[in-house]
């Protein structure tokens, strides 16, 4: 049986990097991360692979890194500004990130965008004629006038 003992590479900075063992506890990876990559301890750090995965480490203390991050993988540094209505800001900690992966910066940038998800959903129900579907209208709040007109006179 043998164990895989290899390490991630994280950048951040002026396109520094540094290697981190992931065989230990998510908190442990984070509190070295931060030591290394000198972050201040109020700062929400996380690490976001190359396809634009955050890993949110922060939200998995008492689990392994090793089953968050995947060995011999490159992460990039991200500061977690966490939201009280709506998605998360990530804001990566890797200077010039626009200029190296801009793919992934458009990515990051898509995740705080707010979801257009019901908008969607809604535009499915609507029938092909273009009106809203039966189902649609009985989920639809009336307006003014439709309450209007259904007021005894």
Known sequence: MSLDQSFIVVKYG????????????TQTLVDWIRRKCECPKDVVIDLVDLDGQVKNLSGSSEEYANEL???RETYILIHVE????GPNRYIPLLNNIEKINPELMIKLNN???PST??????TKKM????????????????T????RSKQPK
Do not use: H, I
């Open 14 to 25: 002026d396109d520094q990097e540094a290697l981190f063992n992931p065989w230990c506890s």
């Open 82 to 85: 966490k939201a009280d209505n």
């Open 144 to 147: 003014s006038t439709e309450r």
């Open 111 to 113: 995740m705080a965008r």
């Open 117 to 122: 998800r019901n908008k969607r959903e809604r």
């Open 69 to 71: 991050v995947t060995g």
């Open 127 to 142: 029938s092909r004629s273009g009106k809203p579907s039966k189902l649609e209208s009985s989920l639809k709040r009336p």
